[in-house]
């Protein structure tokens, strides 16, 4: 127990990312006014499996696709686990392939008891959710923690329209 009375237990915190600006912002946001040395930072970025194979699809264009894929989201962990270690900030990345990130990434909360979630927003307008799909929408209705959506101030809302 700590001075105040609070377990000193140590908390998970997932960030979702993506390579994005927005997550960017998201994990700046979090490390900036959250992050405490105790806690348990986890990056987890969601990537969607081949989708554009067709009966076509060579056998060696289907490895080039699958390489070319563990590739990208290697570069990402890479780059975000650079940024931890630049900002002296404790954390381990993974990435988890599949089709629906919001699902993805309360599933991966749950196995790993996360007390939150941080998710950057996109901004997308209403029409654009409506067709696209939101993961930080569907993160604040679905999961059974705490969801921080880091919406960037200097995105400009002109991007909202469609």
Not at 32 to 53: A, T
Not at 116 to 141: E, N, P
Request: with cysteine; hydrophobic share 35%.
């Amino acid at each position: 127990m700590s001075e105040r009375g609070q377990s000193e237990e140590k908390l998970t915190v997932l960030v979702a990312v993506d390579g994005s600006r927005f997550s960017q912002h998201a994990l700046e946001w979090y490390i900036r006014v959250l992050y405490k040395p105790n806690f348990d930072l986890l990056l987890v970025h969601c990537m969607e499996p081949l989708s554009c194979i067709s009966e076509s699809t060579t056998p060696e264009e289907y490895e080039k696709m699958l390489a070319d894929g563990k590739e990208t989201a290697k570069k990402v962990e890479d780059r975000f686990e650079q940024f931890l270690r630049e900002n002296n900030v404790n954390g381990r990345t993974t990435t988890i392939f599949g089709h629906r990130p919001g699902e993805i990434l309360i599933d991966t909360a749950k196995k790993e008891n996360a007390a939150m979630i941080v998710v950057g927003s996109r901004g997308l307008s209403q029409v654009r959710k409506t067709l696209l799909g939101s993961v930080s929408d569907y993160l604040v209705h679905h999961a059974y923690c705490p969801v921080i959506v880091c919406r960037d101030p200097n995105i400009d809302n002109k991007l909202n329209i469609m």
